[in-house]
């Protein structure tokens, strides 16, 4: 036998004695699967409430743990830490998590929303996106509302640089400092922008339905590489609560409110008016809409010049494990 051969012989060998470890490693279990709900994904309001994947991995000995997000920026900061295997964010912001290094796939569509819009004042002399030079405007740093801002910016022929950025924690923080009048405007999230639509006369002045990207749901690379049967039977399971939201809009209002605490008005202006739920796979749709936002953010100087925004968009997504197809 040549030298050669027996290389090859003696690689293959130890080859197939790491074969049972690895295999054992992959079909480990978790002990827990830690997800996110959000009131901008109200598809986990259902999902929780219910107690669908507790029914499903219960008898697999798998806990369920639920971490409130206020925002995509707080999703993608856990899923950055490990602290979740599943996060709900904007199909943007996810986008722009990647490429910053965000260790993350986008695996499910859970709604089409027009969650934001530029927002303004009952009183205010703003009409349009030009009337924002030098005005300050509150944001979430790396959501879908910053997103929008900064796109809305562009197409007006103006900058980040044109106005005065108020950043701000949490969604809700901007909403009270545009009540207050410490700010011009307000980069809006749902429900807390139809909120303040319908209890204090805001005005949506600028709205662009087609650019708020789509609701994604994340999990975190290593989760899938360890565990992909969970991540199939999670995302199927989340298919029945998407499903049963469609069917049951009584329901999903009575679960949203129980939540938030929010009015009929409110609740049926967000779901009824501004959120499609009859998508699940991230498909050619979302892949395009995300990747408008990711080219307009690179013109405007959000996303370096050097990065491959498509190559980033195919590396963010995965699409495979999604049982049933719309």
């Known amino acids: 036998m040549s030298t050669l051969s027996r290389r090859v012989l003696i690689a293959g060998f130890a080859f197939g004695a790491m074969l049972p470890a690895a295999a054992a490693f992959a079909s480990e279990k978790p002990k827990e699967i830690r997800i996110d709900w959000a009131t901008y994904n109200p598809v986990s ?10 029914k499903e991995f219960a008898k697999d000995g798998i806990a369920v743990r639920w971490v409130r997000t206020v925002s995509s920026s707080n999703a993608l900061q856990f899923l950055n830490a490990g602290s979740i295997d599943f996060g709900s964010t904007a199909g943007s912001a ?9 260790p993350i796939k986008s695996i499910y569509t859970y709604s089409r929303p027009e969650w934001t819009a530029l927002v303004a004042a009952k009183n205010s002399k703003i009409a349009k996106v030009a009337d924002l030079k030098g005005k300050k405007v ?15 910016l562009l197409g007006a022929g103006l900058t980040d640089k044109d106005i005065q950025p108020v950043l701000v ?9 545009l009540l207050r009048g410490d700010i ?7 429900p807390m922008m139809a909120q303040h639509e319908v209890q204090d006369g805001v005005r949506l002045f600028f709205r662009k339905p087609e650019a708020n990207t789509w ?3 994340n999990t975190r690379e290593d989760f899938l590489q360890k565990h992909p049967d969970v991540v199939r039977r999670v995302l199927a399971v989340y298919e029945e609560a998407r499903k049963h939201a469609l069917a049951n809009y009584p329901e999903l209002k009575k679960v949203f409110i129980a939540v938030t605490n929010l009015s009929d008005a409110v609740v049926d202006k967000q779901l009824k008016e501004r959120t499609g739920l009859t998508f699940n796979r991230v498909g050619s749709e979302q892949r395009e809409s995300i990747l408008e936002a990711g080219l307009a953010l690179q013109k405007g100087g959000v996303i370096r010049a050097n990065v491959d ?4 968009l195919d590396d963010l997504i ?5 049982a049933v197809t719309n």
Do not use: C, Y
């Open 45 to 54: 309001l259902l999902l929780k409430d219910k107690g669908l994947l507790e």
């Open 94 to 102: 996810a986008l722009v998590a990647k490429i910053n290094g965000n």
């Open 138 to 152: 509150a944001m979430v740093r790396g959501t879908d509302p910053h997103i929008f801002l900064v796109r809305a």
């Open 169 to 177: 924690q949490q969604h809700a923080d901007g909403g009270t400092a």
């Open 184 to 190: 011009d405007a307000w980069a809006g999230l749902d």
């Open 215 to 217: 609701g994604i749901l």
């Open 309 to 312: 925004v498509r190559k980033a």
């Open 318 to 322: 995965d699409s495979r494990h999604v």
